[in-house]
């Protein structure tokens, strides 16, 4: 068994993993270690062949894998980064000892000064929603398929539906038309696409795939395979309109019906998690509730775009080296961001106190709902930290606004977001 110490230790090599690791070196962090139970670094970005990624990062649009390989590039040369692939962190103690297992290695036990959580999301499965029906074969995860395209060779079907259109249900839709598969429909429970706009229109209207919104599927047909699944309309309760199902053939059944943040062993420590974003709750610094103990990327809430991400590597990786050298600020007080009307969730959720001179904060909130004309405020008891008017906001986009800290003080007692359309008053 091996024991060795870090200043940080990553447990995930995705994009969040990588920056972060980068950060941490910059920001003072001798011995840094990445561990990543996949056989190669870049995460779930290995899969997304297409391109549209770094267009804030680099200014430039990137495949997945272009975009993955200038981090995992700069992370290879630098040799204060230890990188160990086929390495499952299965627990993390409160006095960051982690222990990992890999096929060449055994149990790798190491320790460090600050730990960072970089574990991405995995999607949900036909159990989580609990369609009626048969189990038969061809019924998928759409991740699961892109990565059968996209990386092994496979086409899990040529006659597609797609349940969800999130951006990977889309991005599918438009991956398996070029595979030459027949994509029948994406349905849509929500009466509106939790997608990127770009990918509702480059993925489904550019290639004529009908998208049926407010409509379920009711049953998956067939006792070997796939033979067909009942789609039917629902109403603004989300309740089965009666009399409105059709029969849709398909031999492939692919599932896009939300993500879920990994956090097992987060939940195993006692780390507080938002239960509305499913991951833990961080400051301005990333830090979670538990001191030395970081969070960045989809672990902490699910992100549309990998340039975010890498923003919250960045930040969770100086943080984490700060930490290690003793020199991140000790938070005296929180005070809590709050998500209200029209804003569904925000991270950070809390800002600890003191903040530096001139420090700014960028908050990440997603709407509760489409809507057009709307008005962004940021408040606390001090007056208006943000007021913002957005032509659009769609719950599939991130809105992100900073908010500067002067005027937030320890009688600040918590900080409100909320949208409001502009004929309701909001200004
Ligand atoms: C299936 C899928 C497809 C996607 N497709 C797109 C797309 O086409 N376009 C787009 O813009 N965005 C896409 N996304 C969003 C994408 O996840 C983010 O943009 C970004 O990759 C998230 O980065 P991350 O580092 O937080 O997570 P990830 O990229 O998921 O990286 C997390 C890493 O942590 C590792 N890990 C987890 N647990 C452990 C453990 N216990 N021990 C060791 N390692 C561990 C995982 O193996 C993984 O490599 C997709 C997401 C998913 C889940």
Redesign the pocket.
């Known amino acids: 068994m091996n024991k060795q110490f870090f200043d940080v230790a990553i ?7 990588l920056a972060a690791a980068l950060s941490a070196r910059k920001a003072g962090a001798k011995q840094v270690v990445i ?4 056989v190669e670094l ?4 290995q ?2 062949i ?1 391109n ?2 770094g267009l804030h990062r680099f200014q430039e649009e990137l495949t ?1 894998p272009g975009y993955a390989g200038r981090f995992v590039r700069m992370v290879r040369a630098d040799t204060g980064i230890t990188v160990y692939t086929e ?4 627990e993390v103690a409160k006095d960051k000892t982690i222990w ?1 297992v890999s096929p060449t290695l055994g149990l790798i036990q190491l320790s460090a000064r600050a730990v960072i959580f ?6 949900r499965t036909r159990g989580a929603i609990r369609i009626p029906g048969y189990r038969p074969a061809g019924v998928f ?3 699961a398929a ?1 990565r059968m395209v996209n990386m092994e060779g496979f086409l899990p079907g040529k006659n597609i539906v797609i349940l969800g259109s999130g ?2 249900g889309l ?1 599918m839709a438009r991956r398996m038309t070029l595979e030459g598969a027949k994509v029948q429909a994406v349905v849509e429970l929500m009466p509106f696409s939790n997608g990127l706009t770009r990918n509702v229109v480059q993925c489904l209207e550019d290639f004529a795939i009908p998208l049926h919104l407010s409509h379920t599927i009711t049953f998956v047909h067939g006792r070997e395979r796939v033979t067909g699944v009942s789609v039917a309309a629902v109403d603004a309760n989300r309740c089965i309109v009666p009399g409105s199902e059709f029969y849709l053939p398909c031999d492939c059944l692919l599932l896009s019906v939300g ?1 879920i943040p ?1 956090n097992e ?1 987060s939940r195993a420590m006692d780390i507080c998690l938002d239960g509305l974003t499913n991951g833990p709750v961080v400051d301005q610094y990333r830090q979670t509730c538990v001191s030395g103990f970081f969070a ?4 902490v809430h699910v ?4 340039d975010f ?1 890498s923003e919250e ?1 960045d930040i969770a990786g100086r943080s984490a080296a700060l930490f290690a050298n003793g020199e991140l600020p000790l938070e005296k007080q929180y005070i809590n961001v709050k998500a209200e009307t029209g804003i569904r969730t925000v991270v950070p959720q809390r800002i600890s106190l003191p903040t530096a001179a001139g420090e700014k904060v960028r908050l990440f909130m997603r709407a509760q709902e489409p809507l057009t004309r709307s008005t962004l405020t940021i408040t606390t008891t001090a007056g208006k930290l943000v007021e913002r008017k957005l032509p659009v906001a769609k719950p599939g986009e991130m809105i992100v606004a900073d908010i500067s800290t002067e005027k937030i003080s320890p009688d600040s007692q918590e900080i409100i977001v909320t949208l409001l359309p502009q004929s309701l008053g909001g200004a």
């Open positions: 447990i995930g090599g995705g994009p969040a993993g561990l990543e139970r996949d870049g995460g779930i970005l899969q997304c297409h549209g990624f997945g390495a499952m962190v299965l990992a970089a574990m991405g999301c995995r999607e995860t759409a991740g892109q951006d990977i991005i993500l990994e062993l960045a990327g989809n672990v992100h549309d775009l990998v991400v590597g």
